[in-house]
């Protein structure tokens, strides 16, 4: 089976399991890491509950869609910049999440579905560190040329 299909099947069971996963990820995000509830509050939490959970089965849905993968994700990372977002958090969400689906998952969850969300995830992660930086390195060119000019 592969990834798509793994992490498919899983959301399918967790959803039907763990209707507020997200919810719950946020709790466990913010318990193991405390500092990092300052970076929300933006919205509601119903409604950023909403956004999450609607963004991983729109990025699950097209997980083999680089193109669009990309056009979505880089953009995504390069906006957390502007939230605060630096490149080590990225991991805290990343554990903080398998940990929730994990539990969420009970007795289906297994070493497979754990290693094809963290390939997954990892691959999100990445892409949106581009983004990231790519806007980071965007607003560092008028600077360098203003310097040298």
Known sequence: MNDKQLIE???????????????????????RNPA??????????????????????AVVD??????????VLLPLG??????????GMYPLVA??????????SGDRWNDATSAAWGRALGAVAGLMIEGARGAAD???????????G
Do not use: C
């Open 138 to 148: 965007a607003e560092a060119v008028p600077t360098a040329r203003v310097a040298n």
């Open 78 to 87: 390069a906006k957390h910049v502007s939230y605060g977002v630096t490149e």
């Open 9 to 31: 099947d899983n959301l399918a069971v967790i959803t039907e399991r763990a209707p507020d996963v997200v919810g719950r990820f946020y709790a466990k995000l913010f318990e």
């Open 95 to 104: 554990d903080a999440l398998v940990a929730t689906l994990a539990e969420s």
């Open 36 to 57: 990092l509830k300052g970076l929300f509050g933006r919205r509601s939490q119903a409604a950023q509950e909403k956004m999450v959970l609607d963004a991983i089965v």
């Open 62 to 71: 097209h997980m083999e869609d680089v193109a669009w993968l990309r056009s």
